[in-house]
Structure formats: structure tokens, C-alpha cells
């Protein structure tokens, strides 16, 4: 660990910014397994230049553990309810180590039968779902995943909550390179963002919320205290109408309003279900996979000819920097970790 | 058929409609099996409301097969390439055979393994995609369907065409009702507005495209030689990225570069391929799958209850209509059909 010169910023190398969310995450109470788990995501998120997903989580997974909203020591059970079909009941755990234990399985159906499908029940979620779908596309998998939040979104033509922020995510296997991934809330913003400008008393753009009366605002504590608006109008909607469903009633858990009903004021991360599809290119093309593969390389270059930018190149470039010099997290935040090893040891 | 009181109108039943339908296609050449599958997906477009995917297809359709886009005597061949995997080879005949003769192993096959996917290879595309996915739906299966069409569409970031206008759709099976269904293009815009616009010389909103130089235009005619702009910004843009790829690559099947490179320049419909996926309910859930299907329902009315619209509410309500009083369409629309016939018979 270093001090950047101005002392408001921290330097760790992976290793080291490993070692703290472990010892955090210890010190909090979480069984081992959980740990090594856990605090890989928060690594990977801020090796990735994914701020509001790295380190700064230990302050949310922690909050979430004090609150009572995870269950410290769950293990997850795995089971086939039907051939081509995983399901992973993470006993009110956090969702990492449900998805690990789930994860093999999963992509031998996928060879297997060509398509397969892993429902996570009854997970604590606080991380993206790029993690997810970038290691089942490293295995030469095309994956999606889906999962609902907490009921903070208005569906479009409404003005009171119904949708989480229910992010999409997406991964395809490159020969040789990173997978192409994305990941986005259908929501118009993240939380988190609204948030940010809640605590610097910024205004909001107009379309991003409600306030509890259904009225356009452009107060970050009001449209926190009403709804949110999806993103791209009734489209994103639709989309927000679909991930409830997926990750919701089809495997058998919660909605985001059931989430945020379960959750009964405490303020912890959403609890429920996650849905994730994997097809393998092998199922439908056999040995002529990789030729396939390969055009789909001749779209990539068609973007990026043009100077647009594929979803995932800036964690990707993140990532390669990170590599060699660590990751670099505000001395506040530093700090606030440090403070809650102190409670603790 | 009766002619409205101000005769710019002419009425159908819906027997009359589909009558019709099948002679226009009968006469354009296409095999009796063909026409079958053809009519009745242009007959529920009308019948729903769609003016833009109902008879007025006809006028598309034919054209498509004058310009030997289409093999008009296809016989779609199946076969199983994973346990879970069924593909149909259209053979350059148009998709709605090529799905009928795919649809009764998709169904079969997802409620074996519990999820199942169906590719149609080789297809001519000129109608929307909820058929499809309401047709699973209705036989209480979860669907998802992705087509791509012909590169029309810059990605954000860039203003030159990659996409295709790469529509999802997504059919949810409610006991007792009609199912929950959407279909949209992940472009801001169907290309058939934009038309609309030109023809009406009208221009159009700025944020829906380029002209052939890459800059903002709001030149209808200038968007339709330039590139169309996804819908939602960078999510839209990830999401005609994903239809490209699983509905093109993943199934060995064009992208809408590809497709719109083999159209050689004749304006026909897009050629390739299309992936629906199938889910069922019953296999995550088992006997319970009645029960979660019914906390959905409490999801589609605390959307309901706030005044904002179910996606395909307006389409069932013109279903309901045309079923009584047949469908409305314009006389002048009418006489160009009626044209067809004159040519051929």
C-alpha cells in the first residue's frame, strides 16, 4: 500500500486490496467460503475501474451482514429440477458463492444439452452481473443473466415504484480476446448516482424520476423518496416487466416489491433470485463454431471502425492497467474499511 | 366486404381478410403451404391493429417474391443438433412455415429438459415477432425471439450502419388470459415511420439518425440513405449488438450486414436467421408453477392499477373489436391488393 502524494488517495496492489476485503469480510462475520467469494467480485469490480462495485461494497455487504439481511454462514444446495436445468437455493447467502457452486454444472448442460438455464434462489445481491456472465463466456459460453432488486422503478406511463433497477447482462465468447459483455439496470440511472447528487445537493435531470406524488422532479431526495424512471421509455420498461418475471415467479422468487417488502425498512441489498441462460455455439454448429466466431469479429471491427466503443473496453483497459499498478480508492474510503476492522479485532 | 360511408375505407371480416390474403399470395406463385403460414400472420396483424404488419404485407411480400428474394416452394427441413437444440432450414422460403414446422419439438423439447431453443435458418423475414412468442405462450411457455434485419442502424458512437432494426420479443403465459407479450425494435425508430415521413415530406426528430456523411439530420429521406439510431442510447445499442450475435453467429446464420450485402442492392426483406428460446414453468417449479404464476398477476396490476398500459393491451383490445366487426382497412390500400390479383389471374 502506498500514499499517493496528496494523501487523498490510496494505492493497492490486487493482492493487497485482496487481502483487505478478505479481512474485512472475516471480521464481519462471513464464513470462509463466502469470503473467498465475495471478496473476489469486490476485487475484481475495482480492478475493473468499477468504483461503485469494488471496495467501496465492503461498506454495503457489511451493512447488509450487521443488519441481519444475509445469512453469514449459508450453504448453498444445488439441485436438477429438470435436465437441462440448475437451480442453486443460496439459503439467504450472498448470491458469489451460489453462482460458484452452481456454475459447473451449468456449463456441462450447456454442452451437454446445447442450452441450459441456473436459477440462484433465495441470494443477497450487492455486485453486477458482468462478473457472471464474463467467466461462463471465458468457458466458451454465450450467457445471459437477469435478476430484480428492490421495487424503486416506475413502470413508463406510470409514476410509482413497481420494477428494481433489474439489470440485463450479456456475454459472447472472442477468440484470443476478452469476451464482449454488457450489463445495465433498465432503470434510466443507477441508485447509486441519484445518491451522489442527494449528498453533494445536486439536481437531477427531469427524466429520471418521480417524486411521492407522481410529479416530475428534479430533487435527488425526492425521486429517492418517489421513483425512478427505466431507461428508453416504454422499450425499457417492457425489458424491467420481463426481468421481474424471469428472476422472479419463473424460478419460483421474489419480485422487487417483494424484495423491498421482505427487506421491511432495514435498507439492506435486494434478496431473491437470479436467472442465468448459457448456450454453447457448439450445440447448433458443431466444428464450425469457430468460423462462426469469427464473423461475429467482423461486427466488433464494423463498431469499432467507426470510433464507437465496445460495452466492456473500458474495464477491459482498466483491468490491463490495474494489473501492473494496482488499484487506486479514495483515503476516505480507505479509511472508513480500516474503521471497521477496528470494531472488530 | 362493405365499403365505409365515405368509401376511403372498405371492411372485412376477418374470413374475408385471410381470403384474400391467400389469393394475393396464391397468385404471386407461393406453394399452398406457403400461403397458409403467411396469411394468417398478416390476418392477425391486421385483426390486432397493426396496420404496418397486416394486409398491407401483401404489398411487401409480393414484391419480395417478384424480385426472387424468396423461394417460394421451400420445404423447411428439421433436425436436433443438441438434446435441447431444434433447427429448421428454411430454405430461403419465408419464416412463418419454417416456424410451424420448428414450433411442436421446441415445445416438446422445453418441457423435457425445461428450456429449449429453436433456430430458423435461411428464412425471408417480413412480419413482427409476437406471433411467435404468443404462440408459446399459449401453450404456458416463457419465449424470447431475436431476429436481426438489414444493416440500417449506426451503434452509438458511431453513425454508420451496423445493426439491423434486431427486434426482441418476449411472451409470458397468464392462466386464463390472453398472454403477456412485447415485441420492439432495438432502433429508435421502425424504418416504415421513417418512410412515412419522406412520402409525407415531414421531417423527423433529430435523435433518429444521420445522413450518409454522419451528421444529425432531420431529413427523412437523408436518415434512409444514412443510418438509423438505436433506441436508449449505449443499452439499445448493446442490445442489437446481442440480436446480431445470437440470432446470427451463434446459429451460423447473417448479420444484417450480411443479409443486406446477399439482398445485392433488389430492396427485398431481410434474409437469415432467427433464435426463440422457450422456457417452462413447470420445470423450475413443478407443480408449484400455478401458484408463481399467479404472483406474476400481482406484478401486471400494481403496473395496471397506476393507469400505465400492459405492452400488448392495445393489440388485444383490436383483437377483440376485429373479431366482432371484421378490420378497416384503406380503400386505396385495398385497390393495390386487389391489383395484385389482376396481374396474375
Not at 37 to 46: I, K, L, R, S
Not at 106 to 112: D, H, I, P, S
Not at 191 to 218: C, F, H, K, M, N
Request: proline share 6%; aromatic share 6%; charged share 20%.
Amino acid at each position: 500500500m502506498t500514499l499517493a502524494p496528496d494523501a487523498d488517495t490510496v494505492r493497492l496492489s490486487l493482492d493487497e486490496a485482496r487481502s483487505l476485503a478478505r479481512r474485512v469480510l472475516s471480521a464481519a462475520g462471513l464464513s470462509p467460503a463466502h469470503v473467498e467469494a465475495v471478496a473476489e467480485t469486490m476485487v475484481a469490480g475495482e480492478r475493473d475501474g468499477c468504483a461503485s462495485h469494488g471496495l467501496y461494497r465492503l461498506l454495503v455487504a457489511t451493512d447488509s451482514i450487521a443488519k441481519g439481511v444475509v445469512s453469514v454462514d449459508a450453504v448453498p444446495a444445488l439441485d436438477e429440477p429438470a435436465p437441462a436445468l440448475v437451480r442453486v437455493d443460496g439459503g439467504g447467502g450472498f448470491a458469489q458463492l451460489a453462482f460458484e457452486r452452481g456454475r459447473p454444472l451449468l456449463v456441462e448442460k450447456a454442452r451437454r444439452f446445447g442450452i441450459a438455464a441456473l436459477a440462484l434462489n433465495n441470494v443477497v445481491h450487492f455486485a453486477a452481473l458482468w462478473p457472471e456472465v464474463e467467466a461462463l463466456a471465458g468457458e466458451g459460453l454465450v450467457a445471459l443473466a437477469f435478476t430484480p432488486s428492490h421495487a424503486w422503478v416506475a413502470p413508463e406511463g406510470g409514476t410509482r415504484p413497481v420494477f428494481g433497477t433489474n439489470p440485463v447482462a450479456f456475454g459472447w465468447p472472442r477468440p484470443g480476446r476478452h469476451p464482449f459483455v454488457f450489463d445495465f439496470a433498465t432503470s434510466a440511472t443507477a441508485r447509486g448516482e441519484i445518491e451522489l447528487r442527494r449528498r453533494a445537493g445536486q439536481p437531477v435531470p427531469a427524466d429520471w424520476g418521480y417524486d411521492a406524488d407522481g410529479a416530475s422532479t428534479t430533487v435527488a431526495k425526492e425521486v429517492l423518496a418517489g421513483a425512478m424512471r427505466t431507461f428508453g421509455g416504454h422499450k425499457g420498461s417492457a425489458l424491467a416487466a420481463m426481468v421481474e418475471l424471469l428472476a422472479g415467479p419463473l424460478i419460483g422468487d421474489l419480485t422487487s416489491q417483494e424484495s423491498l417488502d421482505a427487506d421491511a425498512g432495514r435498507k439492506g441489498s435486494p434478496l431473491g433470485g437470479e436467472l442465468i441462460l448459457a448456450l454453447d455455439p457448439a450445440g447448433f454448429l458443431g466444428a464450425a463454431a469457430g468460423q462462426h466466431l469469427q464473423r461475429a469479429e467482423a461486427l466488433f471491427e464494423a463498431i469499432q471502425a467507426q470510433g464507437a466503443r465496445l460495452p466492456s473496453e473500458r474495464r477491459y483497459a482498466a483491468r490491463a492497467v490495474s494489473a501492473h499498478e494496482g488499484v487506486t480508492i479514495p483515503a476516505a474510503l480507505h479509511r472508513d474499511i480500516l474503521k471497521l476492522l477496528e470494531r472488530k479485532d
